[in-house]
């Protein structure tokens, strides 16, 4: 859905702490009411580097890479603080949950302590409320007390850490014949082991041939005649990203998850993939062992902070 916030006009110097400047007072809008400021709000974006100010993009996929204008096609909303003639502040609204959407930023000419930064959350904490969310969340790149201390500052408290990890996908990845595409007869079993092992994910919900047309490869592993486990994955360029990887109860705990997720990197390696990533939660043992097993390094960091609307 589109948050729109409500304009509102915070005149007084910018000096003094209040919204404002010498080119006259800022004006809160969404960008799609300023379309001349897109360039402006992605270079804010760009120009806070990871560790800094730039979070993640608004999903854990984008942790530390370079924001790109598709980054904020995708958000649900764009909140700006502007003047006339100039950006002075930007924060991204991005879609998660039908309860809980998660902020990007804000980037703004004096830092996330300054009463533009701390008023951007608050238009999109209020917009939020407005259409319905009971909650919003943030990730911060662990490196950045600043922006840390600014949303604890404003309500926000620490959840969990999620962390990000890469494998370089090359040739020497061993083949699996046993993990092979999903094929349309297959889709009803792999929805289901995905949505057991994922109860908090949509994923499965709309159904496997409608995430296959959004882009989503399926991917699942044989034992004989039953199927095992099953992924998800995304991405159509060198980088692609593992979405979900799970396998059934009677075949936890006994390397099944290390065949699937090997097979599922050779293949898309196969493709012309040269870098996986996935994110997991920094207190999930059980799957930082698996995907260090299997490979994958730690990337990138950030802590989730939540907060109601």
């Known amino acids: 859905m589109v948050v729109t916030p409500h304009h509102a006009q915070r005149p007084g110097p910018r000096t003094a702490g209040t919204l404002g400047s010498l080119s006259?007072?800022?004006?809160?809008?969404?960008?799609?009411?300023?379309?001349?400021?897109?360039?402006?709000?992605?270079?804010?974006?760009?120009?806070?580097?990871?560790?800094?100010?730039?979070?993640?993009?608004?999903?854990?996929?984008?942790?530390?890479?370079?924001?790109?204008?598709?980054?904020?096609?995708?958000?649900?909303?764009?909140?700006?603080?502007?003047?006339?003639?100039?950006?002075?502040?930007?924060?991204?609204?991005?879609?998660?949950?039908?309860?809980?959407?998660?902020?990007?930023?804000?980037?703004t000419v004096d830092g996330p302590h300054s009463a533009t930064a701390r008023a951007l959350v608050a238009q999109a904490r209020a917009a939020l409320g407005s259409a319905g969310f009971t909650s919003v969340r943030t990730l911060i790149d662990q490196r950045n007390r600043e922006l840390r201390t600014a949303y604890l500052a404003q309500g926000f408290t620490r959840w969990k850490d999620d962390v990000v990890y890469e494998r370089i996908l090359g040739g020497d990845l061993p083949q699996e014949s046993a993990v092979e595409a999903v094929l349309k007869a297959d889709q009803g079993v792999v929805a289901q082991i995905l949505s057991e092992a994922f109860p908090e994910s949509d994923h499965a919900s709309k159904g496997l041939a409608v995430r296959t047309k959004e882009g989503y490869r399926h991917y699942l592993i044989h034992d004989q005649e039953r199927i095992a486990g099953a992924a998800a994955v995304h991405g159509a360029g060198s980088r692609v990203w593992l979405n979900l990887i799970a396998v059934g109860t009677p075949w936890r705990g006994k390397g099944w998850s290390r065949r699937l997720l090997v097979g599922v990197c050779a293949l898309e390696a196969r493709r012309g993939a040269s870098v996986m990533g996935l994110e997991v939660l920094g207190d999930n043992r059980p799957a930082i062992r698996l995907y260090q097993g299997c490979g994958f390094t730690r990337s990138f960091s950030a802590s989730v902070l939540t907060a109601p609307v």
């Open 24 to 107: 006259g007072a800022l004006r809160f809008g969404d960008l799609d009411q300023r379309p001349e400021l897109a360039s402006a709000a992605l270079a804010a974006f760009a120009a806070a580097s990871p560790g800094q100010h730039h979070l993640v993009c608004g999903h854990p996929s984008r942790m530390g890479q370079v924001p790109l204008a598709e980054d904020l096609r995708a958000c649900s909303a764009v909140l700006v603080a502007a003047s006339a003639t100039s950006l002075h502040g930007v924060l991204a609204v991005c879609p998660y949950s039908a309860e809980q959407a998660t902020l990007w930023g804000p980037a």
